[in-house]
């Protein structure tokens, strides 16, 4: 079944057939050793100050659902597991975000041997969001830049 | 300055008994060959140590410290006489469940590492008859760094970072102990401009937190007005930090030896005008909470921690207090600025999800108090000057939101050679699988909730 939808996908991207401008994106996050800053921001995009899903962004429970992994925090060896396993039960076509400059490799603390490097070593990354942690509206932009 | 009580090995018990007569245990580490543990009674600390070959274990004297001996054991190695079954908590067994339960319709529910919304990462494992939670297995440390092992051998201004990056939540609260532990260590008494410039710090992140909270716990029953209300006073709050200090978790704005966060007197004069509206706008959401129907219905008799319970397990903070423990360490806080404060109490001190609540609820309005007085005037930088001899072990403690958190750094030639940050969270973790038991599954959200712990500053 899966692997049919997947072929379906990749028919129709081949196809190159006409698709309306997309209207939505899923958003499934994971939390590879975060310092929780990311975690509060990216809740934060949800309150009625910036109300992301009025844009048809949403959090979603599952990956399965998902369009977008966004990924926060040093990958830690204990969570490189989960998150490939999170990324491999998406559905394609699937996008890696990296939210704030741990995930993004940037100044990362930490000790080396708890740490697998940053989230590039692990996923291929495709949405990079800069901050420490990034704002909510740093985290809008760039989602809703995902969206077109 | 803390002065180490050295103990031989076989001794330690004996030592341990008679320091628990005087103090609440605040934590234990492992400190190169030796094995160390602070009791606390108001303002004083006591630190003991003993060789770390040959300690027995003190989890039957207290156990709170049952979380420090399995730790030091993972991370550095340490056995303990006595401790039977030593369960791993940070090194995680690749298969089996430290926790057996087995019976007639027992099952095991798995939660995590990844949960359902976005919330930090950390493995819940729920022993269940029907609904009916018999045990909860916690299993975090997934986001372990190493932070502390990292921050060995740096100085302590460089030190520093890493205790702020433990915990954005908690950023303040971690480094302020941080500080205190070195400005202790290196004999250094704050100013009263230091003093009020670090507790203005300290009640703006207790703000934006209990805020968070309230906030959190009305989502951990699907009260969606509740969540929005306080989410958005929350951004208020944090837009107020932003303002003040350039950064909506206040990350910067504690430093070693002296202060980092000023105001001038028009700055001071218009956050407190911000304040005084969002303390109305606050105490109206809580209102609004109060006459939940929906809401009310699911906190009473929720999730209860008994007063002894939370004694043993050597609970902090709102959950202590909604137990009845009136504790708040802001009461015996000299390098900070606080004065006759009385600890928070919730309507009946039932230690369920209902007093935990209405604790923050009291607390966010002594907040707001505290923090109208802190900025009735300018705000100076101030600094730490020299008042004791320098030695080599300093402690530090402060009330973060989630209650008491320690932070021991030792030094050697000037630089960090042990570093032990224990936080709040640390303390109460214990205490959720507690009140989880006996619940019913589909309440744990909530009963998580009302505890709102951090992950990150527990792993670290």
């Known amino acids: 079944m899966f692997l049919l939808l997947r072929q379906l996908q990749r028919v129709r991207h081949d196809a190159a057939l006409r698709r309306g401008r997309p209207r939505s994106l899923a958003v499934r996050h994971v939390d590879a050793g975060s310092c929780n800053g990311c975690e509060h921001e990216l809740g934060a995009v949800s309150n009625p100050f910036y109300d992301l899903p009025r844009f048809g962004l949403d959090i979603v429970a599952s990956p399965r659902h998902a ?26 076509p699937r996008r890696v975000a990296a939210l704030g400059d741990c995930a993004l490799g940037c100044g990362v603390l930490g000790d080396r041997a708890e740490l697998v490097g940053s989230l590039e070593a692990v996923l291929p990354v495709d949405i990079r969001i800069p901050g420490c942690p990034p704002s909510p509206a740093t985290i809008a932009q760039h989602l809703l830049a995902g969206l077109e | 300055m803390s002065a180490v009580e050295t103990v031989p090995a076989a001794r330690w018990r004996e030592a341990v008994t008679s ?59 340490l056995q303990f006489a006595g401790h039977a079954p030593l369960r791993p908590l940070v090194a995680h067994p690749p298969d089996g469940w430290a926790t057996v339960v087995s019976g007639d319709g027992v099952h095991e529910v798995a939660v995590g590492p990844i949960h359902a919304g976005v919330i930090e990462s950390g493995h819940f494992r729920f ?3 029907g609904d009916r939670v018999l045990a909860l297995d916690t299993r975090l440390f997934y986001k372990h760094r190493g932070l502390e092992r990292a921050a060995s051998g740096r100085t302590p201004e460089d030190a520093l970072a890493y205790v702020q990056r433990a915990c954005a939540a908690c950023a303040v609260a971690n480094s302020v102990a941080y500080a205190q532990a070195i400005e202790d260590a290196l004999g250094l008494w704050p100013d ?3 003093r009020v410039s670090r507790t203005l710090a300290l009640e703006l992140e207790r703000l934006y937190n ?11 029953v699907g009260f969606a007005p509740g969540t929005m209300a306080f989410a958005a006073l929350k951004e208020r709050a944090q837009r107020l930090n932003a303002r003040l200090a350039g950064h909506r978790f206040l990350f910067g704005t504690v430093a070693v030896g002296g202060g980092a966060l000023a105001l001038d007197a028009d700055a001071a004069r218009a956050a407190r005008t ?52 009136r504790e708040d360490l802001r009461e015996h806080s000299p390098r900070l600025y606080y004065s006759g404060l009385v600890p928070a109490r919730p309507r009946a001190e039932t230690g369920d999800v209902a007093a935990r609540l209405q604790v923050r609820a009291v607390e966010l309005q002594t907040t707001c108090e505290l923090l109208d007085d802190l900025l009735s005037g300018p705000v ?31 030094l050697a030639a000037g630089r960090i050679a042990t570093l032990r940050l224990r936080t709040a969270s640390f303390a109460n973790w214990p205490a959720v699988a507690h ?7 589909p309440d744990f959200p909530l009963i998580n909730k009302s505890f709102e712990l951090c992950y990150a500053c527990v792993d670290r």
């Open chain 2, 210 to 220: 209990h805020l968070h909270d309230i906030g959190a716990l009305c989502a951990g």
């Open chain 1, 67 to 92: 369009d977008i992994l966004l990924v926060t925090g040093p990958v830690t060896t204990r969570m490189a597991g989960p998150l490939r396993a999170a990324y491999d039960a998406m559905p394609e």
């Open chain 2, 19 to 77: 320091a628990l007569a005087g103090g609440r245990f605040a934590g234990a580490w492992a400190s190169a060959g030796a094995w160390r543990a602070a009791f606390a009674a108001r303002g004083d600390v006591r630190v003991l140590s003993c060789p770390a070959q040959g300690a027995e274990t003190i989890t039957d004297l207290v156990e709170a410290a049952l979380w420090d001996e399995r730790e030091a054991h993972d991370l550095h190695g």
């Open chain 2, 274 to 325: 911000t304040l005084r509206d969002l303390r109305s706008d606050a105490a109206a959401a809580w209102r609004e909470l109060e006459f939940a129907a929906s809401l009310q219905a699911r906190l009473d008799g929720v999730g209860v921690l008994a007063h002894e319970d939370a004694l043993r397990l050597g609970t902090v903070g709102p959950a202590a207090r909604a137990s009845g423990i």
């Open chain 2, 380 to 410: 100076g930088r101030g600094a730490a000057t020299s008042q004791a001899e320098p030695s080599a072990l300093g402690v530090g403690r402060v009330e973060c939101p989630r209650g008491a958190t320690t932070c021991i750094a030792e």
């Open chain 2, 192 to 194: 009263r401009d230091l």
């Open chain 2, 435 to 441: 009140a989880a038991a006996g619940c019913l599954l």
């Open chain 2, 127 to 129: 022993h269940t008859v």
